[in-house]
């Protein structure tokens, strides 16, 4: 049993951090989405940064909520192109990657610099991921299922296992000394 005491920590770490932080976000959302009948604050952020992105790019975009929707509807040229609710803000995949990071925790200085560092990153690859999922739907709405299912979904998942990765070679496992 000895030998399996670090396997056993790790995912103890692993899954109390993810079943508190999943809890946690269930309960913000039901309370905005149930008790509150709107859409939760996280999500119109990320509808709105997305839609900001675009301008930036100069895509006339803009988002909108209507009273007792829990998603935000997003525009292109005054045109409806999408619906952005609790699903596309990225926070489930946050959980769980952090979960993961915590797991496999180094020093707490080392871990929470790189969960703060790397959750900047997945948030704002979010926002691009969103800008061009509508920026895709609105002038290639042939491939706009393609986009959504696959090609988009790969893209942020493939950043969490790239980020995973950085953390395990770089910053847990010990680098041999020559």
Known sequence: MKEYKPILICLLKFFSVYFILISLYNLYLNHYQIQLHTCDPFTKIVAQQSSYLLKIIKINSSTLHINQDNYMLFFINKKLVSIVNEGCNALSIMILYLAFIVSFASTWKKTVIYILVTLIILHISNIIRI????????????????????????????????????????????????
């Open 131 to 178: 800008a061009f999922i509508n920026y895709s739907a609105y002038f290639y709405p042939m491939y706009r299922n393609e986009l959504h299912d696959y090609i988009f979904p790969a893209i942020i998942y493939g950043l969490v296992i790239l980020l995973w990765i950085i953390w395990i070679n770089f910053f847990v496992l010990k680098p041999a000394k020559k």
